[in-house]
């Protein structure tokens, strides 16, 4: 499809720096490659990660310095209006989802955004752009932290973090895969929310009661955790030393979690691949699934969001870009 207009609102960092740094742009729309699709951008998750990126610390890391103005924004979603030529599992008008950690060329704080055609997934039924543009990082890192604990029917598992971005979607999955959930929570209102979304125990993690609830939860010691964030209470729930721990992903959790000797420690991460969007789309599907977004700003209103993630939210933020 040809483009009528060749310049888009982006938001955008002129120099590594704090939130005053994003700034709305008026950009040239990228161009696409053979194997990639141009995607009208509806939402851009806003992630706790995003501060990392918008300081220069990922740029370090991978040893790269990133064109400016660079714009951010590692996931999201939208209606695909261009089709590279060896693209043939889309369609131009697609609704789609996608997440590329690993991209300085371009990003989701924008109106079009590239991706390569491995990097997306068609929009799950029964979500909207917003929910599944808020949510494609989280989810598929919680699946692959799950997927890394063999989680099985049956088994117990503690989830801390559970009412931000990765552990509210991560109850959902592994009750879906027939574990027993203990949701460690942020504050009353996570607590209910986790509840809400299928937790058979739930506890506010700065409560003092994680250990206690989860020695009533599971006498004899939990099979699994998932660590998305961290907390008072957090050895107390490690116990059991034939435990097998997901510590939480690259960048993500501080302090890192400190279990005992004997415990089977599984670093994981999220990453983004065809089969990988397969399984999270059939779990997603299986039932009705909610993906809590807190708030929700303007392209204009990215540095508010991003001292939004300084606050107390449930859930994930989110940038509502446009209409798809």
């Known amino acids: 499809m040809a483009m009528s207009i060749d310049t888009m609102k982006a938001a955008a960092i002129d120099r590594f720096g704090g939130p005053d740094e994003l ?19 509806d939402t851009a998750g806003v992630g706790a990660w995003d501060p990392w990126v918008r300081e220069g610390e990922f740029a370090k890391m991978r040893g790269e310095k990133p064109l400016f103005p660079y714009v951010l924004g590692a996931d999201g979603s939208g209606t695909i209006v261009e089709l590279g030529k060896r693209v043939k599992r889309f369609r131009e008008g697609d609704k789609v989802y996608g997440y590329n950690a690993l991209s300085t060329k371009n990003g989701f704080y924008a109106e079009y955004t590239v991706l390569k055609a491995d990097e997306i997934a068609p929009l799950p039924q029964g979500l909207s752009l917003e929910a599944g543009g808020a949510m494609p990082a989280d989810a598929i890192t919680a699946l692959c932290g799950l997927e890394i604990l063999s989680l099985q029917p049956g088994e117990d598992i503690v989830i801390f973090g559970a009412s931000g971005g990765i552990g509210h979607l991560a109850v959902q999955l592994a009750k879906r895969m027939g574990a ?56 107390d729930a490690l116990e059991r030393p034939s ?14 979690p400190q279990p ?19 399984r999270l789309n059939r779990w997603i599907e299986a039932e009705p699934f909610t993906v809590c977004v807190a708030n929700s700003y303007s392209l204009s209103r990215a540095a508010v969001a991003h001292r939004a993630l300084d606050q107390h939210h449930l859930g994930k933020l989110a940038l509502k870009v446009g209409a798809s």
Do not use: C, W
């Open 23 to 41: 700034t709305l742009h008026t950009l040239s729309i990228p161009n696409i490659g053979p194997d990639e699709v141009l995607i009208r951008v």
């Open 243 to 256: 435990l097998r721990l997901a510590p939480g992903p690259s960048a993500g959790v501080e302090p890192e």
């Open 180 to 235: 027993r959930v203990f949701a460690v929570a942020s504050g009353e209102d996570g607590v209910e929310l986790v509840r809400l979304l299928g937790a058979d125990a739930a506890v506010d993690g700065h409560g003092g009661e994680v250990g206690k609830v989860a020695r009533l939860f599971a006498p004899e010691g939990i099979d699994a955790a998932l660590v998305t964030a961290s907390g008072d209470g957090l050895a």
């Open 260 to 278: 005992r000797t004997g415990v089977a420690v599984h670093a994981y991460d999220g990453r983004a691949t065809r089969e990988l969007f397969e």
